[in-house]
């Protein structure tokens, strides 16, 4: 990517993105931003282009057959206490974070870097745990959300002190390193940056999926992204790989799966959220993205359920996850840390 595009992309996600409600972001360092260039972003209506050339295979958007039990959990920004807690309530890990879930699938709806300190050592067990359960018959399934993406771009607004160390070691940086990046942040981009060692685990994983008739996205999907989640998925996974020159248009737009608030407030379109559903022939949305501060809340008669409860310790909202088992109401499980 040039320079010139890749600093006022940055730019565009700088001032787009709001971070959860009532927060600020946590970095002592400025965004890694240059002077504008003209560039404005994407429009919410413009058309994900194609992922044209990339040589990562496809991840079907809908998983073959339901699973028997559906546990799905939100934003964990770095907190790894927060994801053990979980994924303990859920069944899914045991004492020694091993997967312990059987045939149990479970979905983390992306958001799993920055504002806390663990963000490598997260990464780090979700590769082992996707590995246990499929073994085990069961499956892990993290999601890509926009703090995945930001990162990639060098918006490092939201990362902690230590987690601007925490990549220390990575190999190079397979994408040029943007410009004007401080010599403190390049082992950062050097892992997380389009191609590094762990952009590319992130570039295994989808940013929507569709698990029995319940669609799973960070943000959700509003009906004019209905009919393109897999361009969204292959531009979003390509340009993590590093095969992409451009960073997809999920990323700026404001309206994508990965960014928009449609879902998350408490005045919700239903009728718009249903027009998705029916395009998708789904029954169910799940959604993250917007912190409910009193826990996990459903809307539209239990057709949308917002999962992101600030779990962190940074933002101190409860620990809870929300399990759809075939033939039973949704049910919120509850941990402590």
Same mark, same amino acid.
């Given at each position: 990517?040039?320079?010139?595009?890749?600093?006022?992309?940055? /730019?565009?996600?700088?001032?787009?993105?709001?971070?959860?409600?009532?927060?600020?972001?946590?970095?002592?360092?400025?965004?890694?931003?240059?002077?504008?260039?003209?560039?404005?972003?994407?429009?919410?209506?413009?058309?994900?282009?194609?992922?044209?050339?990339?040589?990562?295979?496809?991840?079907?958007?809908?998983?073959?057959?339901?699973?028997?039990?559906?546990?799905?959990?939100?934003?964990?920004?770095?907190? /790894?206490?927060?994801?053990?807690?979980?994924?303990?309530?859920?069944?899914?890990?045991?004492?020694?974070?091993?997967?312990?879930?059987?045939?149990?699938?479970?979905?983390?709806?992306?958001?799993? /870097?920055?504002?806390?300190?663990?963000?490598?050592?997260?990464?780090?067990?979700?590769?082992?745990?996707?590995?246990?359960?499929?073994?085990?018959?069961?499956?892990?399934?993290? /999601?890509?959300?926009?703090?995945?993406?930001?990162?990639?771009?060098?918006?490092?607004?939201?990362?902690?002190?230590?987690?601007?160390?925490?990549?220390?070691?990575?190999?190079?940086?397979?994408?040029?390193?943007?410009?004007?990046?401080?010599?403190?942040?390049?082992?950062?981009?050097?892992?997380?940056?389009?191609?590094?060692?762990?952009?590319?685990?992130?570039?295994?994983?989808?940013?929507?999926?569709?698990?029995?008739?319940?669609?799973?996205?960070?943000?959700?999907?509003?009906?004019?992204?209905?009919?393109?989640?897999?361009?969204?998925?292959?531009?979003?996974?390509?340009?993590?790989?590093?095969?992409?020159?451009?960073?997809?248009?999920?990323?700026?737009?404001?309206?994508?799966?990965?960014?928009?608030?449609?879902?998350?407030?408490?005045?919700?379109?239903?009728?718009?959220?249903?027009?998705?559903?029916?395009?998708?022939?789904?029954?169910?949305?799940?959604?993250?993205?917007?912190?409910?501060?009193?826990?996990?809340?459903?809307?539209?008669?239990?057709?949308?359920?917002?999962?992101?409860?600030?779990?962190?310790?940074?933002?101190?909202?409860?620990?809870?996850?929300?399990?759809?088992?075939?033939?039973?109401?949704?049910?919120?499980?509850?941990?402590?840390?």
């Amino acid at each position: 990517m040039r320079p010139a595009v890749w600093s006022a992309f940055v /730019l565009v996600v700088v001032a787009c993105d709001r971070g959860h409600p009532r927060e600020a972001p946590t970095a002592t360092s400025p965004p890694v931003v240059a002077p504008a260039t003209g560039i404005t972003g994407s429009s919410p209506t413009m058309a994900e282009p194609a992922a044209t050339g990339c040589t990562l295979a496809p991840i079907a958007l809908r998983r073959p057959a339901a699973p028997h039990r559906l546990v799905a959990v939100g934003d964990l920004h770095g907190d /790894l206490a927060a994801m053990r807690a979980v994924l303990r309530a859920a069944g899914a890990i045991d004492d020694h974070d091993h997967w312990a879930g059987g045939d149990l699938v479970v979905v983390q709806t992306g958001d799993v /870097l920055d504002r806390g300190d663990g963000e490598r050592q997260i990464l780090d067990l979700s590769a082992r745990l996707e590995t246990e359960a499929k073994a085990a018959g069961g499956a892990w399934i993290p /999601l890509i959300g926009n703090h995945e993406l930001m990162n990639s771009v060098g918006d490092f607004r939201y990362v902690t002190a230590a987690g601007m160390r925490a990549f220390d070691g990575a190999p190079p940086p397979a994408a040029p390193t943007p410009p004007g990046l401080p010599e403190a942040m390049r082992s950062r981009f050097a892992a997380l940056g389009p191609g590094g060692s762990y952009a590319k685990q992130l570039a295994a994983h989808a940013a929507v999926t569709i698990v029995g008739d319940t669609v799973l996205s960070h943000a959700g999907v509003l009906p004019a992204w209905a009919g393109r989640l897999d361009d969204v998925n292959a531009t979003a996974r390509c340009w993590l790989d590093g095969q992409r020159g451009e960073p997809p248009t999920s990323l700026a737009a404001q309206d994508s799966p990965v960014r928009t608030r449609a879902y998350g407030g408490d005045t919700v379109d239903c009728a718009q959220l249903h027009a998705a559903l029916d395009a998708l022939h789904a029954t169910r949305m799940v959604v993250a993205h917007t912190v409910q501060h009193g826990g996990i809340t459903s809307a539209c008669d239990g057709a949308l359920w917002r999962i992101d409860v600030g779990m962190t310790q940074m933002i101190g909202g409860p620990i809870e996850a929300l399990e759809l088992t075939a033939g039973v109401a949704p049910k919120v499980l509850h941990g402590t840390r």
